[in-house]
C-alpha cells in the first residue's frame, strides 16, 4: 500500500474516533441532564445546566424545610450539597461512613444511642453535648437514608459530598434532606 494511503487510512479512523468520542459525550450530557431536570421537577428546584467538550455542570437549587440547599455535581460521580447552618460560632461536627477502626481517629467521637447509626457512621464533634441533640432519631433517620455520606457542619454551613452511581434516583434527594436536617 502506497505511504499516502496509509496516512489517509490512519487520519480516516483517528476522525472516527473522534467522532464516536463527540457523539458519547453528547448523548452522556443528555442522560445527565434528563436525571437532574427530572430531580428539579420532582424537588421543585431550579437547575442551571452547563454541557462542556467532555463534562457536564449542574447546580440545583432547592428548598428543604425551610433550609435552601444548593446541590452541585462534581467531576465524575461525586455530588455535593451546602446549605446555611444555625449552630453557634466554633462549633463542629464531622460524619462520615465508619472506617475499620484501625483507621479511626477516635477524636471527640459522638455515640448517638442508635446501633445502626453509629455502626454505619463515625462523627467526630468539638461539642459532645451538642451533636448529641443534634442527632436527634430524625435526622439520624434522614442522614442513613442518603446512603455513604460525608457530612460537615462549621463556620454557619453545612457541607456534604456524596458518590451518585448510575443516577440513583433517590440520591439526590436524600443528600439534600441530610444536609438540611444538619442545617436546622
Same mark, same amino acid.
Given at each position: ?38 430531580? =428539579? ?77 453509629? =455502626? ?65
Amino acid at each position: 500500500m502506497p505511504p499516502v494511503l496509509e496516512v489517509l487510512l490512519v487520519l480516516a479512523l483517528f476522525g472516527a474516533g473522534m467522532v464516536g468520542i463527540v457523539a458519547f459525550s453528547r448523548w452522556h450530557a443528555a442522560r445527565i441532564e434528563r436525571f437532574w431536570r427530572a430531580t =428539579a421537577e420532582r424537588m421543585g428546584g431550579t437547575l442551571r445546566f452547563e454541557a462542556g467538550w467532555f463534562d457536564v455542570t449542574c447546580s440545583l437549587s432547592v428548598e428543604v424545610d425551610g433550609h435552601e440547599v444548593t446541590l452541585t455535581r462534581g467531576r465524575k460521580q461525586g455530588v455535593f450539597a451546602r446549605a446555611a447552618a444555625k449552630q453557634p460560632a466554633g462549633f463542629e461536627l464531622k460524619l462520615y461512613p465508619r472506617p475499620p477502626a484501625w483507621l479511626s481517629s477516635g477524636a471527640n467521637a459522638v455515640a448517638t444511642g442508635d446501633p445502626v447509626f453509629d =455502626a454505619l457512621f463515625a462523627v467526630e464533634t468539638t461539642d459532645v453535648e451538642l451533636a448529641k441533640r443534634l442527632l436527634d432519631p430524625a435526622v439520624c433517620d434522614r442522614i442513613s437514608r442518603a446512603g455513604a455520606v460525608w457530612l460537615h457542619v462549621r463556620d454557619g454551613a453545612v457541607a456534604g459530598n456524596r458518590a451518585i452511581y448510575e443516577f440513583e434516583s433517590d440520591a439526590l434527594e436524600n443528600l439534600a434532606r441530610a444536609v438540611a436536617a444538619l442545617a436546622a
